[in-house]
């Protein structure tokens, strides 16, 4: 999911370490320990508990809570509270069926039955069946949607064609071969409660991916007689209606405020599962800075969704400092067709000549670490031996960037440079002072060259990305689930709707293709392997142009029971139905 990106959400720049086993044991994974056991503390008389939230900059609001569109880090946990998904990731970051209670897999890896598990509701009391299961998939695909996190259900037969088809003028027709995904890849039988999904292809990564929220069902009734597309549809969630998880939206007024409370409708009330905390409030922030400050005045609050960069080293004493390994990557991207980046020595003089390890040291506050990998270390599929292009270490290599942008100059024949515009959001002063490091590290190394800066709204950041015409960013990746994949041909196949740079590498494609089909576990290193060599292809040729990792930094108090962050940057649902505030909270 993108980063704001977290798009990088997350308000100052942050590291990572260890392998799986250490990622998924420094966060905490049994966290979620019953709160009637007799490991956990008291509970307190007050469950309602306030969250300090980063809006990913310029808005004091999330990007949406339409689990069809969700894509960022501002938006996606709070919409998994509200809308129920098929599988869910544990604290470890594991499958674990959520909406469905059981899975059959057909030998050679292209059927996937999943039955329906019972009682689930909507908010309003209506039945929850599998054919709105089958809907919200259809819908998340269909191209008058125009869902940036389509390419979630590209394994899906038809998939690819049918998200890529036109939409019609009226917002409804589909222009092209495949009208629609239902009755053909996506079936459902209400009667006994299965939702089938054809694949064309083996994909071991797809019972991860459907724990995003693509596949979260919606009651049909909200959007009237069309899509929702403008996603005006979620403020009926507020009223009661549309949603099937085990939190509903009590108020959400769009200007820093979104409160929750328990579904009573919610399938896990009728299994025994009672849901600890009363209210689950969200302050949202436009900036981390301000964010920070006001946690910290602000002892109500148990949650801060970051800590400045500058902050850190001051905040390590503190009772309720949290720091965890994350999977997650920041980079530059570069548009392949947009000049001067449609030039591959252009691309690499800007990459190259970065000194990652020194704005780590002296930008951000040694809380990042200089690199070049876009599978983070932790993930299956990370590859030790990763060089930069042309070997060029962490540190930077003005002679090598300058004999990169020399041959690009030589091709222009004379003519001016066009000029750069860096794009990057809100999130914190950390962003804009890394910005201003790279503009002026850029005009100074290379001659003829104008670099400005354009510091946009997250929001509007993330629109302009989405139409694959912005000239260069900043992005950031957290991992969706923890597969290769999700890294690498989700985001750098030449077909790939999350590919918005236009890079086009078709040998990088050609590997990771083939490491996708590969299912079973005995194919698991000869699949890393291919990915291995498809990511240094892609370095190599300034594909993309990777900077740091990161650390997990926030704030939780200590009379918070049962919530820990996992790799993803997130509390799991598991979580949230076990969590509660203790005895120690200070308004008890």
């Known amino acids: 999911m993108r980063l704001g990106i977290r798009k990088v959400t997350l308000p100052g720049l942050v590291a990572t370490a260890g392998t799986l086993a250490l990622l998924l044991s420094a966060c905490g994974g049994s966290s979620a320990a019953s709160p009637t056991g007799p490991s956990g503390p008291a509970k307190g008389t007050n469950q309602k508990i306030i969250l300090d939230w980063n809006g990913g900059g310029g808005s004091t609001d999330i990007t949406t809570m339409d689990p069809g569109t969700a894509q960022?880090?501002?938006?996606?946990?709070?919409?998994?509270?509200?809308?129920?998904?098929?599988?869910?990731?544990?604290?470890?970051?594991?499958?674990?069926?959520?909406?469905?209670?059981?899975?059959?897999?057909?030998?050679d890896g292209l059927t996937y039955t999943f039955h329906i598990r019972a009682n689930q509701k909507f908010a309003d009391g209506t039945a929850v069946k599998a054919s709105d299961y089958a809907f919200a998939i259809n819908r998340s695909a269909n191209p008058c949607l125009a869902s940036p996190t389509g390419g979630y259900l590209t394994p899906l037969v038809d998939a690819a064609t049918y998200i890529g088809e036109t939409c019609g003028k009226d917002g409804k027709t589909i222009v092209g071969s495949v009208q629609t995904l239902l009755g053909d890849s996506v079936n459902a039988d209400d009667s006994a409660s299965t939702l089938t999904l054809k694949l064309t292809a083996p994909a071991g990564y797809f019972e991860e991916a459907l724990s995003y929220s693509t596949a979260s069902p919606i009651e049909q009734s909200v959007l009237g007689d069309g899509l929702g597309a403008d996603g005006k549809w979620t403020d009926q969630l507020a009223s009661g209606k549309g949603n099937s998880g085990m939190f509903n939206v009590k108020t959400w007024d769009h200007a820093g405020n979104l409160d929750l409370v328990p579904n009573p409708n919610?399938?896990?009330?009728?299994?025994?599962?009672?849901?600890?905390?009363?209210?689950?409030?969200?302050?949202?922030?436009?900036?981390?800075?301000?964010?920070?400050?006001?946690?910290?005045?602000?002892?109500?609050?148990?949650?801060?969704?970051?800590?400045?960069?500058?902050?850190?080293?001051?905040?390590?004493?503190?009772?309720?400092y949290k720091a965890s390994p994350i999977l997650e990557f920041g980079s530059l991207e570069m548009n392949w067709k947009v000049k001067p980046f449609d030039n591959?020595?252009?691309?690499?003089?800007?990459?190259?000549?970065?000194?990652?390890?020194?704005?780590?040291?002296?930008?951000?506050?040694?809380?990042?670490?200089?690199?070049?990998?876009?599978?983070?270390?932790?993930?299956?599929?990370?590859?030790?031996?990763?060089?930069?292009?042309?070997?060029?270490?962490?540190?930077?290599?003005?002679?090598?960037?300058?004999?990169?942008?020399?041959?690009?100059?030589?091709?222009?024949?004379g003519a001016p440079v066009p000029a750069v515009k860096l794009s990057f959001n809100f999130a914190s002063g950390t962003n804009k002072t890394f910005a201003e490091y790279l503009q002026s590290t850029w005009n100074a190394a290379f001659k003829g060259i104008?670099?400005?800066?354009?510091?946009?709204?997250?929001?509007?950041?993330?629109?302009?990305?989405?139409?694959?015409?912005?000239?260069?960013?900043?992005f950031g990746w957290l991992a969706d689930y923890p597969d290769a994949q999700d890294f690498l041909t989700l985001l750098f196949d030449t077909t790939a709707p999350y590919n918005l740079d236009n890079v086009s590498i078709p040998a990088a494609d050609?590997?990771?293709?083939?490491?996708?089909k590969m299912f079973l576990p005995s194919d698991q290193d000869a699949r890393n392997q291919k990915y291995n060599q498809a990511e240094q292809l892609i370095i190599n040729q300034g594909g993309d142009c990777p900077y740091f990792s990161y650390t997990n930094y926030y704030k939780l108090r200590p009379w918070v029971y049962g919530l820990n962050e996992t790799a993803q940057g997130d509390f799991t649902n598991d979580q949230w139905l076990n969590g509660y505030l203790t005895s120690a909270e200070p308004s008890a």
């Open 72 to 107: 960022d880090t501002s938006a996606i946990p709070i919409v998994n509270q509200v809308f129920d998904q098929l599988v869910t990731l544990d604290a470890n970051l594991k499958p674990e069926l959520w909406g469905a209670d059981k899975l059959t897999i057909s030998p």
């Open 266 to 320: 919610w399938w896990g009330a009728a299994a025994g599962k009672k849901i600890n905390f009363t209210e689950v409030d969200y302050k949202i922030f436009e900036d981390g800075d301000t964010l920070y400050s006001t946690y910290q005045s602000d002892p109500t609050a148990a949650f801060a969704d970051g800590i400045p960069s500058a902050q850190v080293a001051a905040a390590k004493s503190d009772t309720d």
């Open 344 to 413: 591959q020595d252009a691309r690499l003089a800007l990459c190259e000549v970065i000194n990652r390890d020194s704005v780590a040291t002296n930008i951000a506050k040694g809380t990042t670490q200089g690199s070049w990998h876009i599978v983070p270390q932790g993930m299956p599929g990370y590859n030790a031996n990763l060089q930069g292009p042309d070997n060029t270490p962490t540190s930077g290599s003005l002679a090598n960037a300058q004999q990169h942008w020399n041959a690009y100059l030589a091709t222009l024949n």
């Open 450 to 474: 104008n670099v400005s800066l354009d510091q946009t709204a997250w929001a509007t950041i993330l629109q302009e990305e989405d139409s694959k015409t912005l000239q260069l960013f900043r």
């Open 510 to 516: 050609q590997l990771m293709e083939a490491a996708d």
